[in-house]
């Protein structure tokens, strides 16, 4: 009997992998195209007398209150010429990132035929790192300087759970995020649960979105971190259920569970072994549960109530 059921999960597997390539073949086809503008040298080797023609071109990165003199002086300015210099070495081309965001977009077109690949500029902003990546209309603007690696000397300070994604390899996940962000309300419920899917909705997009990735780089951990939470789903579902979250309105716990912090808090002995975010893990994996439990398109997933999702999903922890 047991020996039928491991070769029945085997023809499974099988069967999924095998319809998964043929959606990634089909996906590899789709047509799209777009720009990327690198701003961030085009302003790092400008002269002052090429202020205004700058300003005509991309009317949009100069707001009108500030006076030529203003981006003059940010031009001559020490902090911002070595912000320039540190970008350049790290990014001499961003060929390598375009051919990502290029199987991003096809992607995103694949699941959202209405898509329209945007325009991307890649800037620099001081290092605000609250605003690694902004989505506005059909412009797509990523600031490199909060990219240059979690040891760099302009990171000095910032705490360490935040750094640990100023890296290359989050781009793409921070993208596909602010993609998903757009496709998926936020939820009018105050529930733990409804963020809990809310967030399960996000990294469920980022599945289809960058399936090559880790799981770990769509959610923002380290691989031990991952491997953390995978170890001890049981005992974080545990926790949720004993203490009846999943319906509390409390908002204190978004921030013990769901949003970047250096633990979670469950204000046991194993928090600080423990990843930020177990909130967002465990709603991930009801999404995905719901997921291979109906027959929901994406469009449908992302309209569903949240307690539909988790009473249909009827996940299990792993042990």
Known sequence: MCKKIIFLLCIIAFVSCNEEAEIEKEIAEVPVEFEVVRFDRQFAEAKPEDIPELKQQYPFL?????????????????????????????????ENKKAE?????QHIKYYFPQFEAPKVFTVTSEVDYKNKVILQDDYLFISLDTYLGEDHHFYIGIQEFLKKNFKKE???????????????????SRTFLAHMVYYGKLLYLKDRFIPELPDAEKIGYTAEEFTWAQNNEAQIWRYFVENELFFDTDTELYSRFLYPAPFSKFYLQLDADSPAMLGQ?????????????????????????AEIIFNKANFKPRK
């Open 62 to 94: 100069f707001p009108q209150q500030f006076s030529d003199s203003v981006w003059i002086e940010k031009l001559n300015d020490t902090i911002q010429q070595e912000i320039d210099r540190e970008v350049g070495k790290a990014f001499p081309s961003f």
């Open 101 to 105: 965001l290029h199987s991003l977009f």
């Open 170 to 188: 989050q781009i793409l996940p921070d993208v596909a995020n602010a993609y998903a962000e757009k496709y998926v309300d936020r939820p009018e």
């Open 281 to 305: 893990y465990i709603g991930w994996q009801i999404v995905r549960s719901y997921m291979d439990k109906t027959d929901a398109s994406l469009e449908e997933m992302i309209a569903t109530d």
